[in-house]
C-alpha cells in the first residue's frame, strides 16, 4: 500500500528524491495546512469516506493500480469561496467553480458544504478518489537560488506534463477528467446497490423518485468531454472488433492506464485508429468534437 498519492519520483539526485517521498507521506499523514473555513465534519460524512475510500481501493487495484487509504482527516469540507482560491494556487486545470479538488502537494481533498445532500456528497467525493488514487508521478530538481528540493507534479492519472514552443504545460486534462466522470458513474451504479452503504446515504437514495434517480446520482459533469470520449471508444471498438467485445471494454483499458500508468497501450490504439500523430494532438489540442455536438450545431443554425 502506498504511503502518498505519488506512485514515481523522478529526479537526478537521490537525496532530493527521497525527501519528496518523506515530505508527502508526512503530509498524507498529518494533513498539517491550515485551511480558514473548514467545518466539523458530520457523523454521516465521516461514515461515507471511510466507505468510498474502501471502495475505490478496490477498483485501484482492479485495474493495475496500489491502493491508497485515504483518511477521514484527508478529506476538508470548506466554504467555496476558499476552494476557488486553493484551485487557482494549486490546480493544472482551467476550471470554472470548482466545488471539490484533490491537491496533490496537499495531499487532500477539499470539498464545498452539500448542506446535508448525502448523494452530492458521495458523488464528487468519488470522483476525487479517483483522482487521488489514480496514478501519479512528480520530477523533483534542486533550486540553486532557494538552495531547496522543488517538486513539480509530472503526470496525475492520463494528465501529464509536456513541452510545447519550449514552455511545459499539462496535456490530456480533458482525457483525463473524462475517464474519471465516467468511472465515476461506473462506481456509484455499483456502490449505490452495496450491501455495506452506510443507512443514511441509502435513505435520501430511496427518497428519489425513480424519474429523478438517474439524474440525482450521476449528475452532469464533464458532459462534453465524456461524449468526446464515447466517440473515440466507439471509433477504436469499431476498428478493433477482433480484440474488443464492445466499445466498454475499450473504457476498461483506459481506466487500467489511468490507475497502472501504463500509458502505451492507449497511445498505440489511438495512433492505429486515428493515424500518425493523433495521440499527441489529443494532448496538445484536447478531445475532437464528438458527433453528437456535430449534430447539435448543425440544428442550431
Known amino acids: ?7 514515481r519520483i523522478f529526479g537526478k539526485f537521490e537525496a532530493g528524491k527521497e525527501s519528496a517521498r518523506h515530505l508527502l507521506a508526512k503530509e498524507f499523514k498529518e494533513q498539517e495546512y491550515k485551511y480558514e473555513t473548514e467545518r466539523q465534519k458530520t457523523k454521516e460524512e465521516l461514515e461515507i469516506i471511510a466507505f468510498v475510500n474502501e471502495f475505490t481501493n478496490t477498483v485501484a487495484t482492479n485495474f493495475g493500480g496500489q491502493s491508497l487509504d485515504v483518511q477521514q482527516k484527508n478529506v476538508h469540507v470548506l466554504d ?3 476552494i476557488e482560491q486553493l484551485d487557482k494556487i494549486f490546480s493544472q486545470k482551467e476550471t470554472t467553480h470548482p466545488s471539490s479538488i484533490f491537491i496533490a502537494s496537499l495531499q487532500a481533498i477539499v470539498m464545498s458544504d452539500k448542506k446535508g445532500d448525502l448523494l452530492a456528497f458521495t458523488r464528487e467525493l468519488v470522483h476525487e478518489m479517483c483522482h487521488f488514487k489514480a496514478f501519479q508521478s512528480l520530477e ?4 540553486p537560488d532557494r538552495k531547496m528540493w522543488v517538486g513539480k507534479n509530472r503526470r496525475g492519472g492520463l494528465a501529464i506534463e509536456i513541452k510545447r514552443d519550449k514552455q511545459k504545460e499539462a496535456a490530456f486534462v480533458d482525457l483525463n ?3 474519471i466522470e465516467q468511472l465515476t458513474g461506473v462506481i456509484l451504479e455499483n456502490l449505490t446497490k452495496s450491501n455495506d452503504l452506510p443507512d443514511a446515504l441509502k435513505k435520501q437514495i430511496e427518497k428519489v423518485p425513480n424519474e429523478q434517480r438517474e439524474e440525482k446520482i450521476f449528475g452532469a459533469v464533464y458532459v462534453p468531454e465524456q461524449l468526446r470520449l464515447i466517440d473515440i471508444a466507439e471509433k477504436i471498438y469499431g476498428k478493433n472488433r477482433d480484440r474488443f467485445k464492445n466499445a466498454g471494454e475499450v473504457l476498461r483499458l ?23 500523430g493523433s495521440f499527441k494532438k489529443i494532448g496538445e489540442e484536447g478531445l475532437p468534437i464528438s458527433q453528437i455536438e456535430k449534430e447539435v450545431a448543425e440544428e442550431e443554425k
Not at 500500500?1 to 506512485?7: L, R
Not at 523533483?140 to 533550486?143: A, G, M
Not at 483506459?254 to 500518425?276: C, D, H, N, P, W
Request: zero cysteines; aromatic letters at 10%; hydrophobic letters at 40%.
Open 254 to 276: 483506459f481506466y487500467k492506464s489511468m490507475f497502472s500508468g501504463e500509458l502505451l497501450q492507449v497511445a498505440r490504439l489511438i495512433e492505429k485508429t486515428f493515424g500518425k
Open 140 to 143: 523533483v530538481r534542486l533550486d
Open 80 to 82: 467555496q469561496s476558499e
Open 1 to 7: 500500500m502506498k504511503e502518498s498519492s505519488a506512485d
Open 177 to 179: 477528467e473524462a475517464i
